[in-house]
Structure formats: structure tokens, C-alpha cells
């Protein structure tokens, strides 16, 4: 019902900069949110940064004064700024959103979808 496009991935030195976009597709009347979520070898995912359909945004500690997370409403396009990059960044990055829907019965009920994720390895 939703499909989440990444691109904007690879490989950067340490303390160089990437931007990661991600276009949401299908039905997407009602997002609610749309943020990056990052995941270490053997770890959870975790979440690095997001965007409410009312623009407010919410960092993860590691996030906050590097990354920048805006949104394209109009195009459902959520875009990760990743400035003075750490080799503690590598990670697979996934983009995630949030739907709010309304079943049968009038009760409304929230959906999640994920990208494919895309690696960014930072070397030192």
C-alpha cells in the first residue's frame, strides 16, 4: 500500500557530509510522521531523527546539532542532512512512516512502513 524509496547513501570521510532522501508512494493521505531509523550489526533499529505532518521534529542524542531532518510535504519527501559524520554513524539507514488509517468500523488505527534501508559507512 506504501512503498518507501531510499537514496542518498555510500561511503564519506570522516566528518564529511550526506544526504539521505526518502519518497513515499501509494496511499499516503494521512502520514502522521517520517523519520530515519538506523541499525548496527546485531543491534535494533533505533531511531536518529523524525518529522510530524505538523513539521515538528524529534533527535536522537547522537543526532542533534549534525543531522537536520526536513520534509517535502507536497511530494511526501523526507530528507536526512548528515553533517561532521563519525565513524560511529555506519550503519544501514532505514525510513520509516507512520499512517494513520480508518478501518470498517470508524476506528482509527496507525500503519508503519519501512524503506529498504541504505548503508553509509563513514571511514576514519
Known amino acids: 500500500q506504501v512503498q518507501l524509496v531510499e537514496s542518498g547513501g555510500g561511503l564519506v570521510q570522516a566528518g564529511g557530509s550526506l544526504t539521505l532522501s526518502c519518497a513515499a508512494s501509494g496511499s499516503t493521505l494521512s502520514i502522521v510522521v517520517m523519520g530515519w531509523y538506523r541499525q548496527f550489526p546485531g543491534k535494533e533499529r533505533e531511531l536518529v531523527a523524525s518529522i510530524s505532518s505538523s513539521g515538528r521534529t524529534n533527535y536522537a542524542d547522537s543526532a542533534k546539532g549534525r543531522f537536520t531532518c526536513s520534509r517535502d510535504s507536497a511530494k511526501n519527501l523526507v530528507y536526512l542532512q548528515m553533517n561532521s559524520l563519525k565513524p560511529e554513524d555506519t550503519a544501514v539507514y532505514y525510513c520509516?512512516?507512520?499512517?494513520?488509517?480508518?478501518?470498517?468500523?470508524?476506528?482509527?488505527?496507525?500503519?508503519?512502513?519501512w524503506g529498504q534501508g541504505t548503508q553509509v559507512t563513514v571511514s576514519s
Open positions: 520509516n512512516t507512520i499512517i494513520r488509517r480508518r478501518n470498517s468500523f470508524g476506528r482509527y488505527y496507525d500503519d508503519t512502513y
